[in-house]
Structure formats: C-alpha cells, structure tokens
C-alpha cells in the first residue's frame, strides 16, 4: 500500500462524501476551547486544531449507556442479547487518543472476550491526525511516547500545509482512498517534508518528566505506602472526573432496568468509577479503598505499572484531560514529580 496526499482544498469534499454513506464523527468546537467529537456533514464544521475533547472517542467503542439484553415475559420467557452498532468513520483522532484505543483493544481482546466491544470495533473506520506541537501545558504525550504514531488507525493524516500526508495503514483505509478518488500518490518530496517535521518533532516534544520511563513502574511500587497518596487524598473529591474522561479506563456496572409493567426491561452496562467510594464495597459494607487516598493510589497504578506487568503497556496516553479537569487541580505531571522528589 503506497502512501498519498490529499490537498486541503479537497478535504471538504472527502468529508461528504464518506458522510452519504454513513455517519462521520469529527472534533467540534463547543465554546470556551471546549471540544467534542459528534457527527460532521462539511469540513467546515471541523477543528483540526483542537485541544484533547471533553471526552474521548472511546465512548463510540464504549458508549456510556449500552443495553446488552431485552427480555419480554408476556408470552414465555424470551430473552435475546443486543449489539448496539453502526457504521462509523472517527476523523482527525489525535495520537493520544489512538493509543488509548489500542488499549482498549487489548482489554476487551482478553479473556473473556468482550464480543460487544469486538463486534463495534470492526464497524469504526478510524483516521488519525498527527500533532505537530503541544496542545497545552497538561500534555505528558512525549513522556509516554504517544506524539508521534504507533499505529491503530486505518489511515493517517499529517499536516504539512498546503496538504496532507496520508498514510495508509489498513486495507480498509486503502479501500477508502480508492472510493473517494481524490488522493494522489505521495512521492518522495513528500516523504522528505513528513521526515522533516518528524525531525523537527524532536526539539519541540521532550519528556516532560525528569525520569526514565522505564522506570515509572518500579517508582510507583516503591511509593505504594508514600504519604504523598494521603496527601492527594485530601484534596481529591471523588467526583470521577478523571475516570469519566480518560482514554483507557474501562470500568463498569450491568444494571437490570424493568418496565413498570414488570413484564419487559432490559439489562444495560453503564460507565463506574474507581474513584467513587462503593465501588470496591463488598458484602457486609466492607470495602477494599475506603480512602480517597487509596482510591487515587489505585488509579495511578492502574495506568503506570499494573497493565505494564499485565500488557507490557502504560495505560495512561499523556492526554492531560484528567489533569485538565480535575476540580481539586491534582496534575498528573506534579504527583510524578512529588513522587521522585521524595527520595528513598
């Protein structure tokens, strides 16, 4: 598969034609350098320059409300399983955001597999758009190395001003270009300006963390018992925030929901958060991280060494969004920091 370019003037017309046969979903701005993705008809309606969104595409993978069964008692006991799908095509997700699905198609790839997520997965053409600078202060994407692509699209665009670059990853995303027709082969002056600009990559994105990556895994096994987590636990409201709008987290509650005839329901799977206090309560009003310390202890290892030891993985993407919308101001970058200040 060769790569191509599409010029900017005819990024419009790709919009609509991809949007006549199913729906196309975009970055949109919604006031105040707020961000959503939602369905687009033109590319004037589009922000390709855009903070991280309020929440991520991970809610078309795994919609916060998603029904899982119906059953109907009138006549019998019927109950059928559901698979809410449609076709979609996710325009202009950022690298950080790539990588949080990727994770998430590890997670629901393991035993047991989730077939919901599988089978929604396959009907969702993703393209990327490459970030050629920061989006703000709370980014940490050079740390985890997510600014520059690894993968987990179907086609990728870069841009490089008077065009895109488009690279092409999946026979989907080859099918694509072939059906719009309005892509032309990329040749290698074009494969010099995208080395440029990845060259050029390298002074602007730097660790925004004075350590290792490699050894965030070991910090956060030695600071289990820090009085840093205390701390954080202090400030921290449990208002979820941070789960709510993370690429990776993937936690859940099923839920059985019946008519008020009694007769018919359905059962659901909504979003839950391991930062809300019941949701490590068991029988007998026990719970396992009473502590909104430990609940914030569980969460940062949940992204930095638990999935690492599990996945070979880090499981946070450098977004920023949790830091960007914590109402207590915990940045992830300065409780990194705490952390090895702290010494031995």
């Given at each position: 598969?060769?790569?191509?370019?599409?010029?900017?003037?005819?990024?419009?017309?790709?919009?609509?034609?991809?949007?006549?046969?199913?729906?196309?979903?975009?970055?949109?701005?919604?006031?105040?350098?707020?961000?959503?993705?939602?369905?687009?008809?033109?590319?004037?309606?589009?922000?390709?320059?855009?903070?991280?969104?309020?929440?991520?595409?991970?809610?078309?993978?795994?919609?916060?409300?998603?029904?899982?069964?119906?059953?109907?008692?009138?006549?019998?006991?019927?109950?059928?399983?559901?698979?809410?799908?449609?076709?979609?095509?996710?325009?202009?997700?950022?690298?950080?955001?790539?990588?949080?699905?990727?994770?998430?198609?590890?997670?629901?790839?393991?035993?047991?597999?989730?077939?919901?997520?599988?089978?929604?997965?396959?009907?969702?053409?993703?393209?990327?758009?490459?970030?050629?600078?920061?989006?703000?202060?709370?980014?940490?994407?050079?740390?985890?190395?997510?600014?520059?692509?690894?993968?987990?699209?179907?086609?990728?665009?870069?841009?490089?001003?008077?065009?895109?670059?488009?690279?092409?990853?999946?026979?989907?995303?080859?099918?694509?270009?072939?059906?719009?027709?309005?892509?032309?082969?990329?040749?290698?002056?074009?494969?010099?300006?995208?080395?440029?600009?990845?060259?050029?990559?390298?002074?602007?994105?730097?660790?925004?963390?004075?350590?290792?990556?490699?050894?965030?895994?070991?910090?956060f096994k030695k600071k289990f018992e820090s009085k840093i987590w205390e701390d954080i636990g202090e400030r921290c409201?449990?208002?979820?925030?941070?789960?709510?709008?993370?690429?990776?987290?993937?936690?859940?509650?099923?839920?059985?929901?019946?008519?008020?005839?009694?007769?018919?329901?359905?059962?659901?799977?909504?979003?839950?958060?391991?930062?809300?206090?019941?949701?490590?309560?068991?029988?007998?009003?026990?719970?396992?991280?009473?502590?909104?310390?430990?609940?914030?202890?569980?969460?940062?290892?949940?992204?930095?060494?638990?999935?690492?030891?599990?996945?070979?993985?880090?499981?946070?993407?450098?977004?920023?969004?949790?830091?960007?919308?914590?109402?207590?101001?915990?940045?992830?970058?300065?409780?990194?920091?705490?952390?090895?200040?702290?010494?031995?």
């Amino acid at each position: 598969m060769k790569n191509a370019i599409l010029k900017k003037e005819k990024l419009d017309d790709f919009i609509k034609i991809m949007s006549k046969d199913e729906k196309v979903i975009a970055p949109v701005l919604k006031g105040n350098q707020s961000y959503t993705f939602t369905e687009v008809k033109s590319a004037d309606e589009i922000s390709l320059k855009y903070l991280p969104t309020i929440l991520p595409p991970k809610k078309y993978f795994m919609p916060q409300h998603e029904t899982l069964i119906e059953y109907d008692k009138r006549n019998g006991q019927k109950v059928h399983c559901v698979v809410e799908v449609e076709d979609l095509v996710i325009f202009g997700v950022h690298t950080c955001d790539l990588a949080g699905i990727q994770c998430l198609n590890m997670i629901f790839a393991d035993r047991p597999k989730d077939m919901n997520y599988l089978i929604r997965k396959n009907r969702i053409t993703l393209i990327g758009l490459e970030c050629n600078s920061y989006c703000d202060e709370f980014a940490s994407c050079a740390l985890m190395g997510n600014h520059i692509p690894k993968g987990g699209y179907d086609l990728l665009f870069t841009d490089l001003g008077n065009y895109f670059f488009v690279e092409i990853n999946t026979r989907k995303g080859e099918e694509l270009i072939e059906k719009t027709n309005l892509f032309e082969n990329a040749d290698s002056n074009h494969q010099e300006e995208l080395n440029k600009l990845r060259k050029l990559k390298e002074s602007i994105f730097k660790p925004e963390v004075d350590i290792d990556k490699n050894e965030i895994p070991s910090l956060f096994k030695k600071k289990f018992e820090s009085k840093i987590w205390e701390d954080i636990g202090e400030r921290c409201l449990s208002c979820g925030n941070c789960t709510n709008v993370c690429p990776t987290c993937y936690c859940f509650d099923v839920l059985d929901i019946p008519d008020l005839n009694l007769k018919t329901g359905k059962r659901v799977r909504v979003w839950d958060s391991c930062q809300n206090e019941p949701f490590a309560k068991i029988s007998g009003g026990e719970s396992f991280r009473e502590k909104r310390g430990d609940r914030k202890r569980h969460r940062f290892n949940r992204k930095f060494r638990y999935p690492v030891e599990r996945y070979g993985k880090f499981f946070c993407t450098g977004c920023g969004r949790c830091s960007r919308t914590c109402m207590a101001k915990i940045d992830l970058k300065e409780t990194i920091r705490d952390l090895i200040k702290e010494g031995n």
